[in-house]
Structure formats: structure tokens, C-alpha cells
């Protein structure tokens, strides 16, 4: 008989239960309960991925963004940033107006703080300033500027006769935005007035002395008197000397940088959840590496000895 | 399907992989008794998605066989100290010759069942290595070698 015909002959043949076995399966079957709905595992899946998907979505994308807040509250510079550079020049002015009769002697010192986008435009920001005093006939008592990659600062003291102070702020407000400014004034009228009587009485007492006869000790005396007349004319003339010139300090610098550093993307949120999410699988990867692999060679162990035991009592 | 139907479509198949099996009626009555009380105990686990029914209830099947052929064991050893076991007299199906049942008894409980999953159930390679836990390979393997075994078998007895 080949192998075909002993396959038919044993595909032809017909096993069938006898009743008593049929009907102990049928009580046995009469006994199971009405089919409850099914919630598989695969299926709570499908419900539930989409669903801790979209919260997870909602939390990252719904997140207060407070990264880019602090870096909005770093960048803030002192005073409002004004785009409008007629605005911030009507401004300086009207902060630098400050009313200087002309009959009355006053010292006059301003600071002046300024922001430029570039650190190129710090360097011509002192090339101008320089141009404005000179050109209201003042001079720079003092020039400072540093350049480090993209950021500059300059520091410069300025010395512009007190009649053309306002328009010189008002030019010099125009390099940049207007980030601090100070104006400090000071009268030196009574102390002038001061110095003048001083020198009115010590000429009288000059003007006696020269009506008495003439001695050593008068001529010393005189002489004595003079000089101090002397020093207290040359320290009047100094002092109307400042105070026909305004002190400005003008200080240029560029925006810090730590603005441009924390400037997130909308998809920053996703970024960082991504990169502790991979840290996470490094560490359970590192820690269950080992672990899984131990259960996997004692699951294929056990898998042996079982498949052996089980051929050995197939065996029979 | 409910689990009626389900037992009533089948119940001749499971029978008929028992009989095989055991080689043993009274064994294989008993055993299909006990599937079918465990399969309705496990029936809410069957999921339609990875098998056919006739497969999850013979899988039910090979696990209450491999217990039976386990305290079978047991019991024969203590028992063959006293007496020798009795030789059965038992037939596989209606409609075998004498020689194939002869050669069908020489098979040992392995090869039975692998001819009786793939034979007489005409289960595909697939459906049979996932009961008996192996590779599709394995299966047809242990298939060709039962079959070669009753092929010479017959030669013998010719």
C-alpha cells in the first residue's frame, strides 16, 4: 500500500462519539452561561491609546509656556522699548528741558543710556555722538567702548555747552533706544554771589590799607590780600567756566544675549518630553537589560525540559 | 458561537483526537468529558482571532490527555509490580483494516496524535503545530516519519 492510498484509507475512516459521551457533554454544555460582551484586552487597547495619546497631546501643547515668559521678563529693558525713534527723541527732550535762566548760574550733569540692535551699531553710535558735540561746539572728555562677539558696550563723557543741551539730547536720543536717563542740576548762583562779596570787602580792606603809610608789615598785609583776592576770582572763573558746559555721560550697549537663548519653538515641549523619555529608556534598558535576559534563558530552559518530558511520555 | 454549538459541532473531532491519542475508548470517553468541563471553565478566554474553535478545544484536549498520559504513568508503575497490564482490545475507527489498526497500535502516543491532528481531523500544518507547541517543519517532519512507520508496518503484515 503506498503512502497516498494509506492517507485516503485513513481520511475515509469515521470516529464518532458514542451517546453517552454526547449526552454528558450536552448536559455539561446546557450548564454555560449566556455569552457576556467581550472586552479583549486588544480591544480596550484601541479605545485607550488613542485616548492617553490625546491627553498626553493636550498637556504638552496646552502647557504654560513659562521658559519663554522668564525670557521676555530678562529681556525687558528698564524702560519701554520704544520702536518709534521721533517718540523716544520728543521724550529725551522733554525729560532734558530743564529751565535755565539766564541770570542764574548753573552746573548741569546728564546720563544717557542707550540700546542698539548690532555691536557695529555701538561703534557708529560713538562716531555720531562724537560728531554731535563738535558740531554744537563741545568736546569728549572721555571715550570707553569694548566689543565681545556680538555684543559691545561703550561709555563716553561729554562736555556741550549748557544754551545747546537740549538739542544735543535730543540728537544724541536718536542713536538708539532710550533705555535709563538722569538729569542732575545744580545752582551755583548764591555761591558765586558769595565769592563776590567776599572779594568786594577783602578790595575794601585792600583800598584802606593803601591810605596808610606805607610800612613792611602794611605792603605784607596787602600782598596777603591780593593773592586771596586772586584765588577766589580764578576759582569763580572755574566756576562759571563748568558751568557753561553740561556734563553728559552717554552709555551704549547691545540687548543681552540670554534673550536669544531662551527663545523656544512652539514644539520645545514635545522636545523635552522626547529626550526624557529616551534618558528614561536608556536607564531600563541599562537596569532591564539583564533581567529580561536571564528570564528569557530560564524561559527557554524550562521550555526544553518541559518538551523533553513531554516526548518521553509521547512515547508509549 | 456559543459554547453549545460550539461543543456540539466538535464533539465527534474531539472524541476522535482522544481515541487516537489514548488508544484507549473508555480513556477517551472520559477525557472528552473532562475537555469539554475545562473548556467551558476557559471559555472566556477563547479569542476567535488567533484560532478556530476546533483548534482551542483540541489544544483543551491535548492538555487534559498529557495529565491522563502523566497519572497513567504513575499508576502503571506501581501496578506493573504486582501484575502485567492487560492488552486492550481497541478500534481506532470503522472502516480500518485489521492490519491498519494493528499497525495504527504499534505507533506510539506521539506519532498518533500527530496522524490523527493532520489525517484524521485534516488539520493543515499550522493549526496542528500550534497545538502540539512546535514549528510547522517540525510537524510535517513527525508527520512523514508516523507515516512511513505504518507504511513499512503494512509491508510487514503483507
Known amino acids: 500500500m503506498s503512502q497516498r492510498d494509506l492517507v485516503a484509507e485513513l481520511r475515509a475512516a469515521h470516529v464518532e462519539a458514542p451517546p453517552e459521551v454526547r449526552e454528558r457533554v450536552r448536559l455539561v454544555a446546557a450548564g454555560a452561561p449566556a455569552p457576556p460582551r467581550r472586552f479583549t484586552w486588544r480591544r480596550s487597547l484601541v479605545v485607550l491609546v488613542p485616548v492617553a495619546a490625546a491627553i498626553a497631546a493636550t498637556i504638552v501643547f496646552t ?8 525670557a521676555l ?83 563716553l563723557k561729554l562736555r556741550i ?39 568786594a570787602r577783602l578790595q575794601k580792606q585792600v583800598a584802606a590799607l593803601r591810605t596808610q603809610p606805607r610800612s613792611d608789615e602794611n605792603d605784607r598785609r596787602i600782598a596777603a590780600l591780593v593773592t586771596r583776592i586772586e584765588r577766589l576770582q580764578r576759582g569763580e572763573a572755574t566756576t562759571r567756566r563748568n558751568a557753561h558746559y553740561a556734563t553728559v555721560s552717554l552709555h551704549l550697549e547691545t540687548p543681552p544675549v540670554i534673550v536669544a537663548q531662551h527663545k523656544h519653538g512652539p514644539l520645545h515641549g514635545v522636545g523635552v518630553a522626547l529626550t526624557w523619555l529616551g534618558i528614561g529608556v536608556v536607564y531600563a534598558l541599562a537596569i532591564g537589560a539583564p533581567g529580561a535576559v536571564l528570564l528569557v534563558l530560564l524561559w527557554l530552559g524550562i521550555r526544553v525540559v518541559r518538551r523533553r518530558r513531554e516526548n518521553a511520555l509521547l512515547q508509549i | ?115 490523527a491532528l493532520r489525517v484524521l481531523l485534516d488539520l493543515d500544518a499550522g493549526a496542528a503545530a500550534r497545538i502540539l507547541g512546535i514549528s510547522a517543519t517540525n510537524c510535517t517532519t513527525r508527520l512523514n516519519r508516523a507515516l512511513k512507520k505504518l507504511e513499512e508496518a503494512l509491508h510487514v503484515a503483507a
Open chain 1, 161 to 199: 555747552p549748557r544754551s545747546r543741551i537740549q538739542k544735543a539730547m535730543a540728537e544724541l536720543a536718536q542713536i538708539g533706544t532710550i533705555t535709563d536717563e538722569n538729569v542732575s542740576t545744580v545752582d551755583q548762583t548764591a555761591l558765586l554771589n558769595n565769592t563776590d562779596r567776599e572779594i
Open chain 1, 63 to 70: 502647557r504654560p509656556a513659562e521658559h519663554q515668559q522668564t
Open chain 2, 1 to 115: 458561537m456559543t459554547f453549545q454549538q460550539a461543543a456540539e459541532a466538535h464533539l465527534d473531532d474531539v472524541y476522535g483526537y482522544l481515541a487516537w491519542f489514548t488508544s484507549d475508548r473508555f480513556a477517551a470517553e472520559d477525557l472528552t468529558a473532562v475537555t469539554f468541563e475545562r473548556a467551558l471553565r476557559l471559555w472566556h478566554r477563547f479569542d476567535p482571532d488567533r484560532g478556530s474553535v476546533r483548534t482551542w478545544l483540541c489544544q483543551v484536549a491535548r492538555t487534559v490527555a498529557l495529565d491522563h498520559f502523566r497519572s497513567e504513568r504513575r499508576r502503571t508503575r506501581r501496578e506493573e509490580l504486582a501484575a502485567p497490564p492487560e492488552a486492550i482490545d481497541f478500534r481506532f475507527a470503522e472502516g480500518l483494516s485489521p492490519d491498519l489498526e494493528m499497525a495504527l497500535a504499534r505507533l506510539t502516543a506521539g506519532e498518533r496524535e500527530v496522524v
Open chain 1, 73 to 155: 521678563e530678562f529681556g525687558r529693558p528698564p524702560v519701554t522699548l520704544a520702536p518709534n525713534v521721533g517718540a523716544a527723541t520728543d521724550r529725551a527732550a522733554k525729560a532734558f528741558a530743564v529751565p535755565s535762566p539766564k541770570n542764574r548760574v548753573q552746573t548741569y550733569d546728564a546720563t544717557l543710556s542707550l540700546r542698539v540692535e548690532r555691536a557695529h551699531d555701538v561703534s557708529d553710535g560713538v562716531k555720531r555722538a562724537l560728531r554731535i558735540t563738535t558740531s554744537l561746539g563741545g568736546y569728549s572728555q572721555s571715550v570707553h567702548a569694548e566689543t565681545h562677539g556680538s555684543s559691545a558696550v561703550a561709555d
